[in-house]
């Protein structure tokens, strides 16, 4: 497939694809007049990709996973990439607890603002107190 139909496929911009190709994320194959055309495993790929990308993770270290994908009999590669997946998983658990602590620091300035609105006067002047 072309790469406008990869693009339709995986929702990911014709753009993000040649970066990821650039970035040695996605290969394709080119015709004798250059255009890209890709098998219908990169669309997995490309989901993957994206999966990656949207945790945080930076092109480099989504190249050194990726061959584990491609290559799981390869010991040395494995090993490698379970290091990096081990080190990002650690991060993300990371990002997760302190974007727990931030929602709940955020639901405390929630219900002190609704408690102080609920005892501000209204249009009429009466005050709206709160049980």
Do not use: K, W
């Not at 015709?31 to 949207?54: C, K, M, N, P």
């Amino acid at each position: 497939m072309r790469i406008g139909e990869l693009s339709r496929r995986t929702g990911v911009s014709p753009r993000s694809l040649r970066y990821y190709e650039a970035q040695g994320l996605l290969a394709s194959n080119r015709s004798d007049t250059g255009q890209r055309h890709y098998s219908d495993a990169e669309i997995e790929r490309v989901s993957l990709i994206r999966q990656l990308f949207d945790a945080g993770m930076s092109s480099r270290l989504i190249a050194t996973v990726l061959p584990c994908v491609e290559s799981p009999a390869d010991p040395g590669t494995v090993e490698m990439a379970f290091a990096v997946m081990t080190r990002e998983r650690d991060r993300i658990d990371a990002d997760i607890v302190r974007l727990v602590e931030t929602r709940n620091a955020l639901d405390v300035l929630i219900e002190a603002n609704a408690r102080h609105q609920a005892e501000m006067p209204t249009v009429d002047g009466t005050v709206a107190r709160s049980a």
